[in-house]
């Protein structure tokens, strides 16, 4: 299994608890995941975050829907949580959050770790297609969550 990491790095200018505020509401993801993907929460129940929490979801990969379900393995609020796939389009899934505080604010850090299905067509995929979307998926979050973070403040 060909395991591929993407990390990303974003500072903002708030203390750690108002920037995990953003992640401890699950329904936020809706806000910082890019348009394109018609992303949905589709759990039963209202998704509450803690270790053990499983929230499903819908998207849309190449207009092909996609049911997803992950489940919160580690929570450390505020510094610290991991979601992991239970069932989706990876063979491994796993999604790390880290939030430290600096002098200027907050470190935010997504290190998400994955593996493709399909061996050598997985890692076609991943080479020609998947890397370059997930790229651009985590750039519009990091994006999202500065507006988020600006509006915030500006409401205030």
């Known amino acids: 299994m060909k395991l591929y990491t993407l990390q990303t790095e974003l500072t903002l200018p708030v203390s750690v608890q108002e920037a995990f505020q953003i992640f401890e509401d699950p329904y936020n993801l809706a806000r910082i995941t890019p348009p394109w993907l018609r992303f949905e929460i589709t759990s ?12 499903t979801y819908r998207i849309s990969w190449l207009r092909i829907p996609i049911r997803w379900r992950t489940v919160i393995t580690e929570y450390e609020p505020p510094f610290y949580f991991v979601d992991e796939q239970a069932e989706g389009p990876y063979r491994l899934w796993r999604h790390h959050h880290e939030l430290w505080p600096i002098e200027e604010g907050t470190v935010i850090r997504d290190r998400v770790e994955y593996a493709l299905p399909l061996g050598l067509l997985g890692r076609l995929a991943h080479f020609l297609l998947v890397r370059r979307q997930l ?3 985590f750039a519009y979050r990091q994006a999202a969550l500065e507006d988020m973070i600006r509006t915030t403040a500006t409401e205030s």
């Not at 039963?44 to 929230?55: D, Y």
Request: hydrophobic share 35%; no cysteine; aromatic share 0%.
């Open 44 to 55: 039963r129940e209202r998704v509450r975050m803690r270790r053990g929490a499983e929230i």
């Open 135 to 137: 790229d651009g998926i």
